[in-house]
């Protein structure tokens, strides 16, 4: 039996004890609902439409009563027309054709006397407006921007930013009525034309123009506001409404922003507002907060920036995290444009790093990493290295990057570097990335004045934890190079070097860590080399026949990377003419400036470790691949799909073997450093490395057939950078010689108004490498070209890599490059797969095409 009113159906449901019975209420009294709808003269429609919207409201279909809601709108009672317009704005959107029949119902209600009536269209109109429904209904909404009823006004300004929102090119329609609204005295009246002035900023540059010469109106407002008395009607907690005041903030902001005149005319009121609002309540912090937003959004005075950082820095002080956190983020984006101002309250930031909030404890970390500089480095570090100590295990990987870039970029003198890093590599070694570990060795080598200090630090420190693997591999390194320096001593004024070290004890090290619990296959590959080297800086015969004993156990190893190299150690002992000459030292790597010196981007620092664009590690540290003992990474999460994707494209199979894409963060470090053979074998001999790897010669594979493709690309969202077996050091990417003479460039792709072209050139230092210029014209796409993303694929026997876009969005006109290296030993004909990905206006285009007409010369 049907329910009569909408409060026996809640009843009946509320009454229900499972599911099931719930549902069987509702299905019945749908049926009875649809039953009545076919009735002519159902005097139940207005009650009927009202329990259709809770069973709506509940989550079961109800869109029969579409038609029922627009027959109510027809009617001439009030409450009728209030129930059709719910339920129009409830059971319908603007996609739906059933829309266009309420059309001329809105029309006719926005021309109502009753101005409660007019309210209802304007607010259906507001929620559910289609661009066609814009279009037509706008002459009434501007008709009724000028009524004068301040409740119409109010409605109708809310309804124009919807109508702009769906049909931009429309805001000039409002332009007249909204600078009158500006000079409205109802509180109500000024809130929404301001919000609706804003959007038209947004949308519209030349309207941002028009709206500047409102800025003194805007400012007495403002004025009027901060020192108006109580007034019960607008009063909140003390504060003159703050809602309004913060609305003109906003708009300020927008009006202020790159424009001196509008900046000068606003910054007094500012002032005003940031010393007279109460900071002991959150409306007054709201309003402080977008003070702060608005004055380092506008051209400033600094005495006024200096105000609003000190206003963040009180903020900090507050017992309420979420304010905490505002005031942290807003110093990581201000940081940047006056440093010295937010350096004030580096003890209050550094407190914060203690917090038990971990999203507090985030932030204070990416803002500490901001502060560092050269004068306050050594303070800032340490307290870095406290909380290092006893941070999450999420915080290391990052802590231990950004501390150690800090370190290289802001060191006093080398032995505080040195120091530095390895209290990093004691603290957090198995959170070390690879690049980090391969600078630190970089620096030993580079600083011999040090060695004897550093190897005795390191052999201090692998005697007293070989847990952490970071800490192993490079003291297992640096004693395997240095050894003999190690066995000399010295004196030293820390307690903890050893003055006095046996050649035993060093091999007796290297023995126990190799039989100790954290060894792995890298670490044993690391002491093998290490052992080996030390066997041309050790005098003893007796450790020296330890030495071939160790590696003759290994022989038999299971991994066959260590089988292989104990056997080719022990073999070697075979030619004593030649192998003091093989394992003589490493020589001192040379580093590019650029690499020496990284940037940090203030508003990111966290983000900037995994995102080359910004400056972060993957762009600014170079790191070599072992052709011998290829690692492919683990691909991860976030990159999965265009493994996939790529994969299919070119050809599929396995993402590990034909295509791979990996990023720095999941690199595997490998014995790069540890290379005990200076001489490159012939596929890679003529391509500059940084730091000289372990490769036999005889373990070299030729690349076989063309019919197989290497991928690697560039994912312009992450800067994803994968480069093949023997390909050249990402750090060589940095400068390219371009000495031959410009050739000619050659079109890859030119669909859509958007053209690829490809400008190739041989390497000056070694002719087997070719630089090929990639560079995306957007000719006539006729809107900004975003989300660029470009790959290509070689063949097998070539190696590839590329460096990030100079930009993943095009304007119209523009252009960007991108650079991409290509090994080819072989000198045969250069085979591309190309990949374009891009979106403009809304349309993602993605295209897959193959180029190979680089003529002879150019490969």
Same mark, same amino acid.
């Given at each position: 039996?049907?329910?009569?009113?909408?409060?026996?159906?809640?009843?009946?449901?509320?009454?229900?004890?499972?599911?099931?019975?719930?549902?069987?209420?509702?299905?019945?009294?749908?049926?009875?609902?649809? %039953?009545?709808?076919?009735?002519?003269?159902?005097?139940?429609?207005?009650?009927?439409?009202?329990?259709?919207?809770?069973?709506?409201?509940?989550?079961?279909?109800?869109?029969? $009563?579409?038609?029922?809601?627009?027959?109510? +709108?027809?009617?001439?009672?009030?409450?009728?027309?209030?129930?059709?317009?719910?339920?129009?704005?409830?059971?319908?959107?603007?996609?739906?054709?059933?829309?266009?029949?309420?059309?001329?119902?809105?029309?006719?209600?926005?021309?109502?006397?009753?101005?409660?009536?007019? $309210?209802?269209?304007?607010?259906?109109?507001?929620?559910?407006?289609?661009?066609?429904?814009?279009?037509?209904?706008?002459?009434?909404?501007?008709?009724?921007?000028?009524?004068?009823?301040?409740?119409?006004?109010?409605?109708?300004?809310?309804?124009?930013?919807?109508?702009?929102?769906?049909?931009?090119?429309?805001?000039?329609?409002?332009?007249?009525?909204?600078?009158?609204?500006?000079?409205?005295?109802?509180?109500?009246?000024?809130?929404?034309?301001?919000?609706?002035?804003? *959007?038209?900023?947004?949308?519209?540059?030349?309207?941002?123009?028009?709206?500047?010469?409102?800025?003194?109106?805007?400012?007495?407002?403002?004025?009027?506001?901060?020192?108006?008395?109580?007034?019960?009607?607008?009063?909140?907690?003390?504060?003159?409404?703050?809602?309004?005041?913060?609305?003109?903030?906003?708009?300020?902001?927008?009006?202020?922003?790159?424009?001196?005149?509008?900046?000068?005319?606003?910054?007094?009121?500012?002032?005003?507002?940031?010393?007279?609002?109460?900071?002991?309540?959150?409306?007054?912090?709201?309003?402080?907060?977008?003070?702060?937003?608005?004055?380092?959004?506008?051209?400033?005075?600094?005495?006024?920036?200096?105000?609003?950082?000190?206003?963040?820095?009180?903020?900090?002080?507050?017992?309420?995290?979420?304010?905490?956190?505002?005031?942290?983020?807003?110093?990581?984006?201000? +940081?940047?444009?006056?440093?010295?101002?937010?350096?004030?309250?580096?003890?209050?930031?550094?407190?914060?790093?203690?917090?038990?909030?971990?999203?507090?404890?985030?932030?204070?970390?990416?803002?500490?990493?901001?502060?560092?500089?050269?004068?306050?480095?050594?303070?800032?570090?340490? *307290?870095?290295?406290?909380?290092?100590?006893?941070?999450?295990?999420?915080?290391?990987?990052?802590?231990?990057?950004?501390?150690?870039?800090?370190?290289?970029?802001?060191?006093?003198?080398?032995?505080?570097?040195?120091?530095?890093?390895?209290?990093?590599?004691?603290?957090?070694?198995?959170?070390?990335?690879?690049?980090?570990?391969?600078?630190?060795?970089?620096?030993?080598?580079?600083?011999?004045?040090?060695?004897?200090?550093?190897?005795?630090?390191?052999?201090?420190?692998?005697?007293?934890?070989?847990?952490? =693997?970071?800490?192993?591999?490079?003291?297992?390194?640096?004693?395997?190079?240095?050894?003999?320096?190690?066995?000399?001593?010295?004196?030293?004024?820390?307690?903890?070097?050893?003055?006095?070290?046996?050649?035993?004890?060093?091999?007796?090290?290297? &023995?126990?860590?190799?039989?100790?619990?954290?060894?792995?296959?890298? %670490?044993? =590959?690391?002491?093998?080399?290490?052992?080996?080297?030390?066997?041309?800086?050790?005098?003893?015969?007796?450790?020296?026949?330890?030495?071939?004993?160790?590696?003759?156990?290994?022989?038999?190893?299971? #991994?066959?990377?260590?089988?292989?190299?104990?056997?080719?150690?022990?073999?070697?002992?075979?030619?004593?003419?030649?192998?003091?000459? +093989?394992?003589?030292?490493?020589?001192?790597?040379?580093?590019?400036?650029?690499?020496?010196?990284?940037?940090?981007?203030?508003?990111?620092?966290?983000? &900037?470790?995994?995102?080359?664009?910004?400056?972060?590690?993957?762009?600014?540290?170079?790191?070599?691949?072992?052709?011998?003992?290829?690692?492919?990474?683990?691909?991860?999460?976030?990159?999965?799909?265009?493994?996939?994707?790529?994969?299919?494209?070119?050809?599929?199979?396995?993402?590990?073997?034909?295509?791979?894409?990996?990023?720095?963060?999941?690199?595997?470090?490998? #014995?790069?450093?540890?290379?005990?053979?200076?001489?490159?074998?012939?596929?890679?001999?003529?391509?500059?490395?940084?730091?000289?790897?372990?490769?036999?010669?005889?373990?070299?594979?030729?690349?076989?057939?063309?019919?197989?493709?290497?991928?690697?690309?560039?994912?312009?969202?992450?800067?994803?950078?994968?480069?093949?077996?023997?390909?050249?050091?990402?750090?060589?990417?940095?400068?390219?010689?371009?000495?031959?003479? #410009?050739? *000619?460039?050659?079109?890859?792709?030119?669909?859509?108004?958007?053209?690829?072209?490809?400008?190739?050139?041989?390497?000056?230092?070694?002719?087997?490498?070719?630089?090929?210029?990639?560079?995306?014209?957007?000719?006539?796409? $006729?809107?900004?070209?975003?989300?660029?993303?470009?790959?290509?694929?070689?063949?097998? $026997?070539?190696?590839?890599?590329?460096?990030?876009?100079?930009? %993943?969005?095009?304007?119209?006109?523009?252009?960007?490059?991108?650079?991409?290296?290509?090994?080819?030993?072989?000198?045969?004909?250069?085979?591309?797969?190309?990949?374009?990905?891009?979106?403009?206006?809304?349309?993602?285009?993605?295209?897959?095409?193959?180029?190979?007409?680089?003529?002879? =010369?150019?490969?």
């Amino acid at each position: 039996m049907p329910y009569y009113r909408l409060k026996d159906l809640i009843k009946a449901i509320r009454a229900c004890k499972t599911a099931a019975d719930e549902r069987a209420v509702i299905q019945k009294e749908s049926a009875a609902i649809r %039953t009545s709808f076919k009735e002519e003269n159902n005097d139940s429609q207005h009650s009927n439409v009202a329990k259709l919207l809770y069973i709506h409201m509940l989550g079961y279909p109800a869109h029969f $009563g579409q038609i029922e809601c627009l027959k109510l +709108v027809a009617s001439n009672r009030f409450a009728d027309k209030r129930l059709g317009y719910l339920g129009i704005m409830l059971l319908l959107d603007e996609n739906q054709e059933v829309l266009t029949l309420v059309t001329n119902s809105l029309k006719n209600d926005m021309n109502h006397s009753n101005m409660y009536i007019v $309210g209802l269209a304007l607010c259906t109109l507001g929620n559910i407006s289609s661009p066609e429904m814009a279009g037509d209904l706008c002459a009434e909404v501007e008709k009724n921007l000028g009524s004068s009823n301040t409740y119409i006004r109010k409605k109708a300004a809310l309804c124009a930013m919807r109508i702009i929102r769906k049909v931009p090119e429309l805001h000039e329609n409002f332009l007249s009525r909204a600078k009158a609204l500006l000079s409205d005295r109802n509180h109500g009246v000024l809130l929404t034309a301001t919000t609706l002035i804003i *959007e038209m900023c947004l949308i519209n540059n030349e309207t941002l123009q028009t709206f500047r010469k409102a800025v003194p109106l805007l400012v007495r407002h403002l004025k009027s506001l901060v020192s108006a008395g109580f007034s019960p009607e607008h009063d909140v907690t003390g504060v003159s409404d703050p809602f309004l005041q913060v609305k003109i903030l906003k708009l300020l902001r927008i009006l202020g922003k790159g424009d001196a005149e509008a900046s000068e005319a606003m910054n007094d009121i500012l002032a005003q507002v940031a010393t007279n609002t109460e900071s002991s309540k959150n409306v007054g912090n709201s309003i402080l907060y977008e003070t702060v937003q608005t004055i380092m959004e506008i051209q400033s005075e600094s005495g006024l920036r200096t105000l609003a950082i000190n206003i963040l820095g009180k903020f900090l002080t507050n017992r309420d995290n979420n304010i905490r956190y505002v005031a942290l983020t807003t110093l990581n984006k201000t +940081v940047s444009i006056d440093t010295n101002a937010v350096q004030r309250h580096r003890n209050i930031i550094l407190d914060c790093l203690r917090d038990g909030d971990i999203s507090i404890r985030r932030r204070a970390l990416e803002l500490s990493f901001a502060l560092i500089n050269e004068s306050n480095v050594r303070v800032l570090t340490r *307290e870095l290295l406290a909380f290092l100590e006893i941070a999450d295990n999420e915080f290391k990987q990052a802590m231990t990057t950004k501390i150690c870039l800090a370190a290289d970029r802001f060191a006093p003198n080398k032995r505080w570097h040195i120091d530095t890093v390895l209290r990093v590599l004691k603290l957090a070694g198995n959170y070390v990335r690879e690049e980090i570990l391969s600078n630190f060795v970089r620096l030993i080598a580079q600083t011999p004045d040090l060695n004897a200090y550093t190897v005795q630090k390191l052999y201090s420190a692998l005697k007293a934890d070989i847990s952490q =693997e970071s800490l192993t591999l490079s003291g297992v390194w640096v004693i395997g190079e240095y050894g003999d320096i190690l066995i000399k001593g010295g004196s030293f004024e820390e307690e903890e070097l050893v003055k006095e070290v046996t050649e035993q004890d060093v091999v007796d090290l290297m &023995d126990s860590i190799l039989a100790g619990p954290y060894a792995n296959q890298i %670490t044993r =590959e690391y002491i093998l080399t290490a052992l080996m080297k030390l066997t041309s800086r050790l005098v003893s015969t007796s450790v020296i026949q330890h030495i071939q004993v160790i590696l003759e156990r290994h022989s038999t190893s299971i #991994e066959v990377e260590i089988q292989q190299r104990a056997i080719e150690y022990s073999n070697l002992f075979k030619f004593e003419n030649i192998r003091p000459a +093989v394992l003589e030292r490493m020589p001192v790597p040379e580093v590019k400036e650029e690499n020496n010196r990284p940037t940090y981007e203030s508003d990111s620092l966290l983000d &900037d470790i995994d995102n080359p664009k910004n400056g972060g590690v993957d762009s600014l540290l170079d790191f070599s691949e072992d052709v011998t003992n290829p690692k492919v990474s683990v691909v991860p999460e976030t990159t999965q799909s265009t493994v996939d994707i790529l994969a299919d494209i070119f050809g599929g199979g396995s993402t590990t073997t034909n295509s791979t894409i990996t990023t720095t963060e999941n690199i595997i470090p490998n #014995e790069d450093i540890i290379g005990i053979f200076n001489s490159i074998p012939s596929i890679n001999s003529n391509i500059p490395t940084n730091v000289p790897t372990n490769i036999p010669t005889q373990n070299i594979q030729q690349p076989n057939a063309l019919d197989n493709l290497r991928l690697t690309g560039i994912d312009s969202s992450r800067g994803l950078l994968e480069f093949n077996v023997a390909s050249v050091p990402s750090s060589n990417l940095d400068v390219f010689s371009l000495t031959q003479p #410009e050739p *000619e460039k050659y079109v890859a792709y030119n669909k859509n108004g958007f053209k690829i072209t490809l400008d190739p050139s041989k390497d000056s230092s070694n002719p087997r490498i070719i630089n090929i210029s990639v560079t995306f014209h957007n000719i006539s796409v $006729g809107a900004t070209v975003q989300n660029l993303l470009f790959q290509a694929a070689v063949l097998k $026997g070539q190696k590839l890599q590329m460096q990030s876009p100079s930009s %993943t969005t095009i304007a119209p006109g523009a252009t960007a490059q991108q650079m991409i290296r290509v090994s080819n030993p072989q000198q045969i004909n250069i085979r591309l797969r190309l990949r374009i990905s891009y979106t403009s206006s809304g349309t993602k285009v993605d295209e897959v095409f193959d180029f190979n007409s680089f003529p002879q =010369e150019c490969w």
